[in-house]
C-alpha cells in the first residue's frame, strides 16, 4: 500500500529537501524573522520546494541531485582557492563554468505554491477526543456537500462551482497537514479566482485540527471498506490506558513498543499473553467491568468509535490490530479470527527486506511481526518521507 521509489537516493534527496526547509524556517523563527500563522511558525515565501513533483518525475530529480552534488564541488574548490597560501585564480574561475555546466532542474518541477501553515504540524496527536469532536463539526458544517461518508455526495454537492472532492480517497494522505489547515480556513479557490469552497474561518484552530483528525479516521475507513486497504498508513489514536491500579498512561506512550488493541466483547478468540505485544483492550465507558489481572483497558465511548471509524464497521467486538514499533496501524484482526494471516496486513510496503528471517509456520503472530519489522512504513505525506 505504501509505494515508495525504488531508487535508494531518492527517499534521502527528498527528506533532505524537507529538513533543509524546516531547518530554515526553525533558524527564521529563532531570529524573529519569521512571524506567526495559526499559533506556529508561519512560512514566509509563496513557494517551497516540492518533494510530490520530484517523486512523479525521477528525471528532474536526477537533474537536481547532480546540481547539488555540483554546487557542493564549486564550495569546495572555492574553500580551497581561500585557503591556499597564493590566490589560485584559476580555481575561481572554474566556479562559473560549474554552474553553467549543472543540469538545473526545471523549476516549474522543482517549485510548488506554498501557504503560510505549509511546514505546520497537527498539535493534535490524533487524539481521540479531537477526532470526536471532529465529527461533530463535519456533521454540522461539512457532511452537506462531502455526504455522509465523505465521498463528495452530499445533497447540496451539485449546487456548489465545483463538485466536492472524495475525501475518502488518497487525497488527505499526500496534502500536508498544514496546507489542509490553511484550505480549510481561508477556503480555496480556482485559477481564475472564483472560490471553489468557503472559508470556514469561525472555527479555531483547535477545531479545525479535529476536523483534519476525524476526515483522516473516516478517510481510512471508507477506503478499508471500497478496496480491502488503507489508502494510506494510520497513526495509532491516542488515548488514555489504565493499567490495573497503576497511574494512568497514554497509548503514545508505548511508542518503540509493538501493541496489539483488541476490543473487548463478544465475538472474541480467546487472547494469550505474548510477551513480543502489549495488549491493551478497548471498552466502551458505559460497558466497564472487572479486568483480569495485568491487562490495559481503555475505556473511552470515543476511543471505541475512532476505531470503529478507522476499521469501517460498526461490528467493532472482537477487532484486533497490531501496531508497529513506529505507531502505525498495521493489521487487522476480524471478530472471531483463530490466526493471523498476511491478507490482514493492511498497510504493506514494496520495499521491506523480504530475507528477514521469518517466524515458524506455526506461529501466525510471529510471521507477521516478522513481516511488520522487515517493512517498516515510510510515509509520504505532502511528498517528502515522514
Known amino acids: 500500500m505504501i509505494r515508495t521509489p ?60 547532480l546540481t547539488l552534488l555540483v554546487l557542493a564541488l564549486a564550495a569546495l574548490v572555492l574553500l580551497l582557492a581561500a585557503l591556499w597560501r597564493k590566490p589560485r585564480w584559476f580555481l575561481i574561475a572554474a566556479v562559473p563554468l560549474l554552474l553553467v555546466a549543472a543540469p538545473w532542474p526545471q523549476a516549474a518541477v ?25 465529527g461533530e463539526l463535519y456533521a454540522q458544517h461539512c457532511a452537506a456537500c462531502h455526504g455522509v461518508d465523505g465521498r463528495g455526495q452530499g445533497p447540496l454537492a ?11 480517497g488518497p487525497l488527505l494522505w499526500r496534502r500536508a497537514d498544514g496546507e489542509l489547515l490553511w484550505h480549510l480556513l481561508h477556503g480555496m479557490k480556482d485559477r481564475h479566482g472564483a472560490a471553489t469552497m468557503p472559508a470556514f474561518a469561525q ?85 466497564r467491568a472487572s479486568s483480569p489481572a495485568g491487562e490495559c483497558v481503555a475505556e473511552s465511548t470515543a476511543a471505541w468509535n475512532a476505531f470503529a471509524l478507522i476499521a469501517g464497521t460498526g461490528q467493532l467486538a472482537g477487532t484486533q490490530w497490531l501496531v508497529d514499533r513506529d505507531g502505525w496501524l498495521r493489521a487487522l484482526g476480524s471478530p472471531g479470527q483463530a490466526a493471523w494471516s498476511e491478507d490482514d496486513l493492511l498497510c504493506r510496503t514494496e520495499t521491506g527486506d523480504r ?32
Open 6 to 65: 525504488d531508487a535508494g537516493w531518492l527517499d534521502p534527496l527528498v527528506w533532505g529537501l524537507q529538513a533543509a526547509q524546516e531547518g530554515l524556517l526553525g533558524l527564521l523563527d529563532w531570529a524573529g524573522l519569521a512571524g506567526t500563522s495559526h499559533g506556529q511558525a508561519a512560512w514566509p515565501w509563496a513557494l517551497r520546494l516540492s518533494g510530490e513533483n520530484l517523486l512523479i518525475d525521477a528525471g528532474q530529480a536526477r537533474r537536481l541531485a
Open 110 to 134: 522543482l517549485f510548488v505554491p506554498a501557504v503560510p501553515t505549509s511546514f505546520h504540524r497537527s498539535p493534535t496527536g490524533f487524539d481521540v477526543a479531537s477526532i470526536a469532536r471532529g
Open 158 to 168: 451539485a449546487a456548489q462551482p465545483v463538485w466536492p472532492p472524495d475525501l475518502a
Open 203 to 287: 472555527f479555531g484552530d483547535d477545531d479545525a485540527w479535529a476536523l483534519i483528525d476525524f476526515m483522516k479516521a473516516q478517510a481510512a475507513g471508507q477506503s478499508l471498506r471500497a478496496t480491502g486497504v488503507w489508502a494510506g498508513p494510520v497513526h495509532l489514536p491516542d488515548v488514555e490506558v489504565r493499567c490495573e491500579s497503576r497511574p494512568l498512561r497514554r497509548l503514545s506512550g508505548w511508542r518503540g513498543q509493538r501493541l496489539r488493541i483488541v476490543a473487548a466483547g463478544t465475538p472474541q478468540a480467546a487472547l494469550r499473553e505474548d510477551p513480543r505485544v502489549v495488549t491493551v483492550l478497548l471498552r466502551r465507558e458505559d460497558e
Open 355 to 386: 530475507s528477514a528471517p521469518m517466524a515458524p509456520p506455526d506461529d501466525s503472530l510471529g510471521a507477521l511481526i516478522a513481516r511488520m519489522d522487515a517493512e517498516p512504513v515510510r510515509f509520504l505525506k505532502g511528498g517528502f518521507v515522514r
